[in-house]
């Protein structure tokens, strides 16, 4: 059953739990103090808030949802989420995340807060900020919808999918899972998964965690193309280490120290032969931050690195070693001014591309700074989230990001949301420079950037009526967002020709217009059963050419069905509804998946879960060959969970 967290939760005794939004702290007060905190949601405003005041439209996932359904990567753990498309065309099976019809590009992702961001490393196809994350390591994930530009920057246009870790805990404990996965068409696909999780405390002032995962899948190709494969070979290690250091009753250290080995190799098609591609990517991140409650005010500044080395050996090119480094140093403070909570942030970031094969130069770099403020207030049942962002970029100069957002509390289990902001987004290292040329299209093109572009804008406004009690809830809202020199690909047009295959570029489309509608509900018949359900509608159009844009379902729709059995035993069954979308030249038509599942625990140590994957076994052999859009086969799964 879920709490109900009504109206009054922001109130002044909640200043305590901000860290000026250290997601951990929050997490870490959930976890040991009261479990109703973990339905709070900071991602918004980077203060906490209910899922039904909070100024924005957001979903949570929790780690008790993920186990229930045993997914495999951040994409699986969110698909069913409102307004939320998982793309399954990137490259060979590679998940890109759309948020109310903007590609992937357009998803902030962060890890407690911390952005990840290897896009210009590898422009196309790049799943590797989603998939070297462990799922045994999710508290819970939050998703904010639409635009977020006024906290987050450029990156945040579409939305933001913020991954919130297990915190270390008091007494020294941890799971070892494994996981066997079989895709029962075609050849090929099966996947293992082995991740240990560990955590407690060093001493009455150190705590730490140690994650680490191994993952090993075969390539997979189904069976009317069997020469091509759908799913890619795949060996990866991710390993994570957290430690949290009290300095004092009031002061913090916590740092993170990431690392993933993750090697990919396919055989796909280049224009009239096949070719072979091989990729491996090392990832290496570093965090440092120092959170403070202050007698007048909460307090964090953190610094953190990544480093990205991405070696492709793909038969393709003729050498391949690309390194992406970026370096971010931010300070944030929140305070309460008489009536007001205000908080207030400053960044400074540095992104760098070293790229011999596919840049003249073969280094890129820019730097920019934002500073940004948020002010929210009460006027009797009226609150108010008033803030902006400046952005000061290298090549584009100065863009404002506002934003107004109203919650009205006609009573604590209803309230009327109203919301406005405007975003920008610059085009990317690589989209911008002319330098850049990059085989895609499954190897049917080469894809150069264009000096010429222009920064993205876009102007949103959403209304939503959220209703709430203790065993049901039901959200609807209508969303507009209206997109100026939007980038895209043009794969209409050939710029150039290099070895007999055509070059394209990115343009700007003059305006688009993403409009939409969101309807989600969740009941809990009794406490064994509940139903989760929602259904989103968006029409996303070039107006210039009123042509609809790429890999945008016109109607998605989710409904899960949970049955607690016992206390040792439960069941799901879910259905998903992927509507018609634009692919490149084709239209994928509109199809359904059904997934079932059951666990049961056999003691407090032992556990196991299974279920099938695409129970119906559809599949998109045309697509696949010609346009990389795969959704794995009929699949059965088997988690075997040892608790210490």
Not at 106 to 123: C, F, H, K, P
Not at 365 to 382: H, M, P, R, W
Not at 417 to 439: D, R, T, W, Y
Request: with cysteine; net charge negative; proline share 2%.
């Amino acid at each position: 059953m879920r709490p109900l967290l009504g109206s009054n939760t922001f109130k002044t005794s909640l200043l305590s739990l901000v860290v000026a939004a250290n997601i951990t702290s929050i997490s870490a007060y959930a976890q040991s103090v009261n479990q109703d905190i973990e339905r709070l949601v900071v991602t918004a405003t980077q203060t906490p808030h209910s899922e039904l005041t909070a100024p924005a439209s957001v979903s949570i996932v929790t780690a008790e949802d993920i186990a229930r359904l045993a997914v495999a990567d951040i994409g699986e753990a969110i698909r069913a989420t409102t307004g939320v498309n998982v793309l399954p065309a990137a490259a060979y099976g590679r998940e890109d995340i759309s948020i109310r019809g903007m590609d992937g590009s357009y998803t902030l992702i962060l890890i407690n807060g911390r952005r990840v961001n290897s896009q210009d490393a590898l422009i196309r196809g790049n799943d590797f900020d989603l998939s070297t994350i462990p799922m045994s390591s999710v508290q819970r994930i939050e998703i904010v919808r639409g635009p977020m530009s006024s906290l987050y920057g450029s990156e945040a246009l579409g939305g933001v999918v913020n991954v919130i870790l297990k915190q270390p805990k008091e007494k020294l404990s941890g799971n070892l899972n494994l996981q066997k996965e079989s895709i029962t068409t075609g050849t090929g696909g099966d996947q293992s998964k082995l991740n240990l999780f560990v955590s407690g405390q060093l001493s009455e002032s150190v705590s730490a965690t140690l994650i680490a995962e191994k993952v090993d899948r075969d390539a997979w190709r189904t069976d009317d193309v069997p020469v091509l494969d759908a799913l890619e070979d795949r060996s990866a290690v991710n390993v994570m280490t957290m430690v949290n250091w009290t300095l004092t009753d009031n002061q913090a250290l916590n740092i993170e120290v990431n690392y993933s080995d993750d090697e990919r190799e396919a055989d796909w098609q280049r224009g009239p032969r096949l070719e072979k591609t091989n990729q491996t990517t090392e990832r290496f991140n570093f965090s440092v931050s120092h959170d403070a409650q202050w007698e007048l005010a909460d307090t964090q500044v953190r610094y953190y690195h990544e480093n990205v080395d991405l070696n492709d050996a793909s038969t393709a090119y003729t050498t391949g070693e690309i390194k992406q480094k970026n370096s971010t140093l931010d300070g944030k403070a929140s305070a309460l001014l008489t009536e007001h909570l205000i908080t207030a942030g400053i960044e400074f970031r540095n992104s760098e591309v070293e790229n011999d094969r596919d840049l003249t130069s073969g280094k890129i770099d820019y730097s920019q700074t934002a500073l940004y403020v948020q002010d929210e207030f009460n006027i009797g049942k009226l609150a108010l989230t008033l803030g902006g962002r400046l952005d000061d970029h290298d090549v584009f100069g100065a863009e404002f990001s506002p934003r107004a957002y109203a919650v009205y509390n006609v009573s604590d289990e209803f309230v009327i949301k109203v919301g406005a902001g405007k975003a920008f987004k610059a085009p990317s290292m690589l989209e911008m420079s002319n330098e850049f040329q990059l085989i895609s299209c499954r190897g049917a093109c080469w894809l150069r950037g264009n000096p010429e572009l222009n920064p993205e804008t876009s102007v949103s406004y959403e209304l939503s009526a959220v209703y709430q009690t203790q065993n049901f809830g039901a959200n609807f809202t209508i969303f507009n967002n209206d997109v100026e020199d939007k980038i895209e690909r043009d794969i209409t047009t050939a710029v150039d020709m290099n070895e007999g295959v055509p070059v394209i570029s990115y343009i700007n489309i003059s305006e688009s217009k993403i409009k939409g509608a969101e309807l989600s509900t969740w009941y809990d018949i009794n406490d064994a059963v509940s139903v989760d359900a929602n259904f989103a509608y968006t029409d996303a159009k070039d107006k210039s050419s009123d042509e609809v844009l790429q890999g945008t379902p016109k109607q998605n729709a989710n409904v899960t069905v949970n049955w607690q059995v016992t206390q040792s035993a439960y069941t799901f069954a879910q259905w998903q509804y992927i509507g018609e979308q634009k692919i490149r030249n084709t239209t994928v038509d509109a199809y359904s998946l059904f997934n079932l599942g059951a666990g049961y625990e056999f003691s407090e140590t032992f556990g196991l879960r299974a279920g099938i994957s695409n129970l119906s076994d559809e599949s998109f052999d045309d697509e696949v060959a010609q346009y990389g859009y795969v959704e794995k086969g009929r699949s059965v799964f088997a988690n075997l969970s040892m608790r210490f």
